[in-house]
Nanobody
Framework: QVQLVESGGGLVQAGGSLRLSCTTSAPRFSINAMGWYHQASGKQRELVASISRGGSTIYADSVKGRFTISSENAKSTVYLQMSSLKPEDTGVYYC??????????WGQGTQVTVSS
């Protein structure tokens, strides 16, 4: 059973920063890509950023220039550095891992609240 454990959420004022971390139990060689998704209350889960095994990154337009995704391969860990946070960034952030087998796994989510 692949597990993903997220940490780093919390309450921050608008303009502030947070760093989310996600560590997976999946062996690094089995991971194709990892990513972060955002789900605001009452809305669908949406991709925020992803990073491939080769290091290629993708960002949602709404976070470009403010968020940075990075990985620490030796630890099967991915980070999301969030800066210049806005109230609309509030929600639950989920970490995901897509394995080479094609299966997707999800973390339990971590709450981020940005106050205005």
């Amino acid at each position: 059973q692949v597990q993903l454990v997220e940490s780093g959420g919390g309450l921050v004022q608008a303009g502030g920063s947070l760093r989310l971390s996600c560590t997976t139990s999946a062996p690094r060689f089995s991971i194709n890509a990892m990513g972060w998704y955002h789900q605001a209350s009452g809305k669908q889960r949406e991709l925020v950023a992803s990073i491939s095994r080769g290091g290629s990154t993708i960002y949602a337009d709404s976070v470009k220039g403010r968020f940075t995704i990075s990985s620490e391969n030796a630890k099967s860990t991915v980070y999301l550095q969030m800066s210049s946070l806005k109230p609309e960034d509030t929600g639950v952030y989920y970490c995901s891992a897509r394995l080479m087998s094609g299966y997707d796994y999800w973390g339990q989510g971590t709450q981020v609240t940005v106050s205005s």
